[in-house]
């Protein structure tokens, strides 16, 4: 399975400002996901990221709160933009490097906390 | 679309005392299962999944589960715990029609008490 190093691990924020989440995968993916993981609760998708497309979205969340880039095929980065404490979660990225069906591996994730 | 319920949030249990995690799903369609784990300050690390074939599907670290389509459950069981099993353990579903969307339970916090 695909090895995926996100950075970074954890960070304080000041409300209003934003915090830029990185995602390398050792090898190329065509899909990647984002996650939230609110505290104490379980992941939910923010959106899929196509190397060479826009991000899809899922409901409740949108490009302007968190733009998302995904410049080739092993790499993606997650904006979170002008943060509140609401936004103080876990993010992870996740790929699955075959049918989608046999799962899916995640980076370890960042703590984001905002102040 | 599909759902996930897992029913128990919290379960402690004595350490080499056997567990039980329940997962109950909801879909229209066909479905794919997982049980993920989280250790603390971790990321989600795949226990196992259940495509086709055999109900009882073995995993890492001793766990199993069994797939039940007529209660529409796939609950999650170790023999014996270790003090390393402590974690948040989740079930997730992926519909045969929906291959992007991974669908999450709210988790179980497994706490094994030495």
């Known amino acids: 399975s695909a090895v995926i190093s996100q950075k970074p691990s954890r960070d304080i924020c000041q409300r209003g400002t934003s915090l830029t989440i990185q995602c390398q995968v050792d090898?190329?993916?065509?899909?990647m996901f984002w996650y939230r993981q609110q505290p104490g609760q379980s992941l939910t998708l923010i959106a899929t990221?196509?190397?060479?497309?826009?991000?899809?979205?899922e409901s409740g969340f949108v490009i302007d709160k968190f733009p998302i880039s995904r410049p080739n095929l092993t790499f993606s980065t997650l904006t979170v933009s002008n943060m509140s404490p609401e936004d103080s979660s876990i993010y992870l990225c996740?790929?699955?490097?075959?049918?989608?069906?046999?799962?899916?591996?995640f980076g370890s994730g960042t703590r984001l906390t905002v102040v | 679309a599909q759902s996930v319920t897992q029913l128990d949030s919290q379960v402690p249990v004595f350490e080499e005392a056997p567990v039980e995690l329940r997962c109950n799903y909801s879909s229209s369609v066909s479905v794919y299962l997982f049980w993920y784990v989280q250790y603390p300050n971790q990321g989600l690390q795949l226990l196992l999944k259940?495509?086709?074939?055999?109900?009882l599907v073995k995993g890492i670290n001793g766990f199993e589960a069994e797939f039940n389509k007529s209660q529409t459950s796939f609950h999650l069981r170790k023999p014996s715990v270790h003090i390393s099993d402590t974690a948040e353990y989740f079930c997730?579903?992926?519909?045969?029609?929906?291959?992007?969307?991974?669908?999450f339970g709210p988790g179980t916090s497994l706490s094994v008490i030495p």
């Open positions: 090898s190329q993916v065509t899909m």
């Open positions: 990221a196509n190397q060479g497309s826009e991000a899809t979205y």
């Open positions: 997730a579903v992926i519909g045969e029609t929906s291959y992007d969307k991974v669908i």
């Open positions: 259940y495509l086709s074939g055999s109900t």
């Open positions: 996740s790929v699955s490097t075959g049918p989608a069906n046999y799962g899916y591996t």
